[in-house]
């Protein structure tokens, strides 16, 4: 389980996150939904301790991340696999060694064996024969799942996605959808997903929780939150151009023209 | 009245420019010497590098060794002909072989091929580094177990702190057969005074002077470089100011470090 409390990560004088409460529980997938540029990512990358907030703090199974120096913190990222928006493959490495690459770096495994369990990873998100191919030689949606099985190459009982389907024809973003979904099945993984794509939030979350203002505003199950009595959050879900989040920039347009 | 605040303006724009330059260069040096440190101190924690850095060996030393001999011979040869015309004029034509081998092995052999190095390996490593920075790639290094600062830079830095005198031993000596080759073939020198002259002069320290000097450059080098690869933000934009930045830093560092180790090892 994952407990996020009281967060606060500030750029400048940009406060990004002001304290921030989320659970995410055990084995279930979490989606973080909210607008660009509302710290989304900034909210995972404090999870995974890329990023050091500024106050509060982020328990996994009771050990808080944000206090840990950098030796402990690797010991923690092993548990992680995190999938990244624009899939971030290594483009000087070829499709295998991508995979390949947390499990030669941990010598996980016997050299003579990485390949099979490459192989395995990589079926694992539907791709067969394509150990050889450059990242460049990629097409987004395969980028995607490469890295997606770059992720769960060290067998990782916490999985982030960052934006999975952004970028995505509709289909193939159901395809990763699918992935997500059975990949929280065959490892069980507690995971969290953020994402504005509401179509792929119904579908994989066990639970939606909305960030907005550097708060999560609302948490709910996909159902409770299609139905909410929170006029944000229905705006945001419902994508209506007027509501009280547009309304409270469009007051600022106008105060800065005038 | 309206002239004289506008040009109080510019002044107080001016001191402000020159403050925010110099408090960015400030911080940049306080970042690479950071940075120095962190290598230093995951250089022998487990696992080893050295695949990657023999891998790094092969890009800043082979790669750059013809940039860095053509550049050497004709620096050589100019030098001769530049020595015989001035000599000439006292009939001191025969000192130009000493001229050319002090010249060489003590300043021009490492300071140019540190210059070479900085525009060709410096700038390939900004990039490089500076785009895995703005696609995530180093952030997916970390969520992989890995410290990207042992995996990236401690690699390059190794490799360009041994390989960059290595470079030098041959710009040495070709810059001195390019001399050479002018003096004796062009000039009508005569070759065995030319070559007498050269050993003549030429001590040991002048040479190893110059290959420790070379260490300090590449080091210099690719600690400058990938410090402007990792702090680079903002897209494609962001990698190009990076890679500027890291070419004209690291040239500078060259002369102005060259400076110092000069007045302090002679």
Do not use: W
């Not at chain 1, 703090?57 to 995190?82: N, Q, W």
């Not at chain 2, 070709?174 to 003096?183: A, D, M, Q, R, T």
């Not at chain 2, 890679?243 to 302090?264: C, G, K, N, Q």
């Amino acid at each position: 389980m994952i407990a996020i409390r009281n967060l606060s990560k500030a750029f400048g004088k940009k406060v990004v996150l002001d304290g921030l409460e989320l659970t995410v529980p055990k084995g279930k997938n979490t989606v973080v939904i909210g607008g660009s540029g509302t710290g989304k990512s900034v909210l995972i990358k404090c999870a995974v301790g890329l990023l050091r907030p500024e106050a509060g703090e982020i328990r996994i199974d009771g050990h808080d991340i944000t206090r840990m120096d950098e030796r402990e913190l690797v010991r923690v990222r092993r548990r992680f696999g995190m999938l990244f928006q624009g899939a971030a493959l290594f483009d000087s490495m070829d499709v295998g060694e991508n995979v390949a690459f947390v499990l030669r770096r941990l010598k996980m495994y016997p050299e003579r064996q990485i390949r099979e369990v490459v192989e395995e990873k990589l079926s694992m998100v539907g791709l067969r024969d394509i150990q050889r191919l450059m990242p460049a030689e990629l097409s987004g949606g395969m980028k995607k799942r490469v890295g997606l099985a770059r992720a769960i190459a060290s067998e990782p009982d916490i999985l982030l996605y960052d934006e999975p389907t952004t970028g995505l024809d509709p289909i193939m973003a159901d395809v990763i959808n699918d992935l997500i979904i059975s990949l929280r099945e065959t490892i069980g993984a507690t995971s969290i997903t953020i994402t504005h794509d509401m179509a792929s939030a119904y579908k994989i979350a066990d639970q939606i929780a909305m960030l907005y203002k550097g708060k999560i505003i609302e948490t709910g199950t996909p159902e409770e939150i299609r139905t909410t009595s929170n006029p944000v959050v229905a705006q945001f879900v419902q994508g209506r151009a007027h509501g009280p989040i547009t309304d409270e920039s469009e007051e600022f347009v106008r105060f800065v023209s005038r | 009245m309206t002239d004289s605040t506008a040009r109080k303006n510019g002044a107080v724009r001016l001191a402000e420019l020159l403050g925010e330059r110099v408090y960015a260069m400030v911080l940049d040096l306080g970042a690479i010497f950071t940075l120095f440190v962190q290598v230093v101190s995951s250089l022998v924690r487990p696992p080893s590098e050295i695949r990657n850095i023999v891998k790094q060996m092969e890009e800043v030393g082979i790669r750059s060794m013809p940039v860095v001999l053509v550049t050497a011979t004709f620096t050589g040869m100019v030098l001769a002909l530049q020595s015989y015309a001035g000599f000439q004029r006292f009939g001191a034509t025969s000192f130009v072989g000493s001229v050319v081998a002090l010249s060489i092995t003590r300043e021009l052999g490492p300071v140019f091929a540190g210059l070479m190095v900085s525009g060709r390996v410096g700038a390939s490593m900004a990039a490089e580094l500076g785009t895995m920075k703005v696609t995530e790639q180093i952030d997916a290094l970390v969520t992989l177990a890995t410290n990207p600062v042992k995996y990236l830079i401690v690699p390059r830095v190794v490799a360009a702190t041994i390989v960059l005198p290595v470079l030098v031993v041959f710009a040495d000596l070709l810059g001195i057969v390019g001399g050479y080759f002018v003096s004796v073939h062009l000039m009508g020198a005569n070759p065995y005074v030319y070559v007498a002259k050269t050993y003549q002069y030429l001590e040991f320290k002048d040479i190893y002077t110059g290959l420790v000097k070379a260490s300090v450059f590449g080091m210099l080098i690719a600690l400058i470089s990938c410090h402007h690869g990792f702090v680079a933000e903002g897209g494609a934009e962001g990698v190009g100011r990076a890679t500027t930045r890291a070419v004209v830093a690291s040239s500078m560092m060259v002369l102005i470090s060259d400076y110092f180790m000069t007045s302090f090892m002679f």
